[in-house]
């Protein structure tokens, strides 16, 4: 855990920069794909773009509009840079939305935009991964297997440790095509589904988990519909035609 | 592979998963409520007992029931002294519904006659209490300032935020939110 660096007045958030270096490196993987695919770079980057700035200023107002009254008697603390007045799933909501409403006005292709985005997303959870190690979010259930990390005051699973391999696992995978994709946008719904069984995996050795009724953990109901989805788009989106060989 | 082999894979994922999400479930016995205290969101507050600088002590497992705001500061800090006012305006405006500061100044790193002296200059009128071995800095592992730890009225740490200045809407927030729950 290596939450902070002070370099003179300036505090570092390390887990911050580690999602900072994701974006970057991420949006490098994305341009690259896109160039692949015969996809307009340049558009596919204003679409991150645009996605991420409106999600960000999503969270920050869909946060503001419960507290309307301090708000509004205070509107410039709307622009502060404090990471802990956002809300992430709203800002998650409307950046997908933005994305696609962004998308839709370019005219680019749905399906093979999201294959673009794909290899960089892949690369962005290993950084998730990386940045829930340097805060100790994302924290492990206490246990006494060998392996167990001592965190917050108890022997833990190294939870965040699984979730940079399971990561670094989906990213081998979805960089270098090891599964053909046969049609558009089957790369994305591979990443997805993938992804999703990890975190199925994976959650059930968390100590922080969202528990839905009866005990059942949150994230492990919603990855299992994410896989039913998923499974649904491949059997619809298959195409007959090798897509691989045409895009070369 | 190809994709038909990667549609059969996720329907056994899928079968498996379900199979992984009945028995991973969490019984009542294996709650996730954290137990031990940490200063981490979700845990219960490290307990601490410090002087007062105007005299007397304050405990904060006494403080139970109500929310509190735990601001680690010292004077020569600037974001500390920025903040300094944002944090007194709402202790005015939310003290008599509920709201108890401690103003937790690392007097080890500081000097009690200057802490007196700013307290003065900024008419702070929440308590200000004294580390004055760095033992509740350790305790709370505090590596910057400011640091503040806003505590539910269970004795649970909701957020932390590090770094600073806060601005008085988002110590508002941060303190509505919290006053707003049940007792």
């Known amino acids: ?248 | 592979m190809n994709n038909s082999r990667f549609a059969s894979l996720l329907t056994w994922a899928l079968v498996l998963g379900m199979f992984w999400t009945v028995v991973s479930r969490v019984s009542p016995d294996q709650s996730q409520v954290q137990t031990g205290s940490v200063p981490k969101e979700g845990f219960t507050a490290p307990d601490f007992t410090l002087g007062l600088l105007d005299g007397g002590e304050v405990t904060l497992s006494e403080l139970q029931g109500k929310v509190v705001l735990v601001n680690f500061w010292t004077s020569w800090c600037p974001p500390c002294r920025k903040e300094m006012p944002a944090i007194e305006s709402v202790y005015r405006s939310y003290k008599d519904i509920g709201l108890v500061v401690i103003g937790l100044n690392l007097t080890a790193q500081d000097s009690k006659p200057d802490v007196s002296a700013f307290v003065q200059e900024m008419g702070v009128t929440f308590p200000i209490a004294l580390d004055i071995n760095n033992a509740v800095g350790n305790l709370y592992r505090v590596t910057a300032l400011p640091t503040s730890f806003f505590i539910d009225r269970k004795g649970v740490i909701r957020s932390v935020i590090v770094g600073g200045p806060m601005s008085e809407a988002v110590i508002q927030s941060k303190v509505e939110e919290l006053l707003r729950e049940d007792q």
Request: net charge positive; aromatic share 14%; proline share 5%.
């Open chain 1, 1 to 248: 855990m290596f939450p902070y660096l002070r370099l003179g007045p300036f505090l570092l958030q390390m887990p911050l920069l580690a999602l900072l270096v994701g974006l970057w490196i991420g949006l490098t993987f994305i341009e690259r794909e896109a160039a692949r695919l015969n996809l307009n770079k340049e558009k596919i980057s204003s679409l991150v773009f645009y996605g991420l700035i409106g999600g960000i200023a999503a969270a920050r107002i869909a946060y503001a509009a419960q507290y309307a009254s301090v708000y509004l008697s205070n509107p410039f603390s709307l622009l502060s840079l404090n990471t802990n007045t956002l809300l992430p799933e709203a800002g998650l909501l409307f950046g997908i939305l933005i994305a696609v409403i962004y998308a839709y006005r370019q005219k680019l292709p749905f399906r093979k935009t999201l294959d673009a985005l794909a290899p960089g997303l892949a690369f962005f959870m290993i950084m998730i991964g990386v940045s829930h190690l340097l805060s100790g979010n994302a924290y492990g259930a206490p246990t006494r297997v060998p392996w167990a990390v001592y965190l917050w005051s108890d022997y833990r699973q190294p939870t965040q440790i699984y979730e940079i391999f399971f990561a670094l696992v989906i990213f081998t995978i979805i960089l270098p095509h090891i599964i053909p994709a046969t049609a558009p946008g089957l790369r994305f719904v591979q990443f997805i589904a993938l992804s999703a069984i990890a975190r199925i995996f994976i959650e059930a050795f968390h100590g922080d988990s969202v528990i839905l009724f009866d005990g059942y953990r949150a994230v492990q109901v919603v990855g299992l519909a994410i896989l039913v989805v998923c499974l649904a788009l491949l059997r619809n989106w298959e195409g007959k035609d090798e897509y691989e060989s045409k895009i070369g």
